[in-house]
């Protein structure tokens, strides 16, 4: 696995940290503890998903399931990060 150089650094958790250990998970088919790893993983999955598909099928609202998606894995992220950090009591 490729180090997190903003922890190698300043000795903090980036908002990515554990993705790597989080997708080896998937491969592996252990999806809850994907989950624990990184909770960002699965709303990131589907947008990415949803990117290729789009790529080939054009849909209607495109731009708003776009947008959708979009903003609760960056929520998803914020909210976990928050969490791990501990930054709210």
Known sequence: MLPCLNK???GVDCMGCGMQRSIAL????EFAAAFQM???IYP???????LGF?????FRYDQVI???LM???ILTM?????????IIF
């Open 26 to 29: 998937l491969f592996k088919g």
């Open 66 to 68: 776009k947008a959708g």
């Open 38 to 40: 990184y909770p960002a």
């Open 71 to 73: 903003i609760t894995t």
């Open 78 to 86: 914020i909210i976990s990060y928050v969490i791990k950090m501990k």
């Open 54 to 58: 789009n790529l080939f099928v054009k």
């Open 8 to 10: 190698k650094i300043f």
């Open 44 to 50: 990131l999955l589907l947008l990415l998903i949803f």
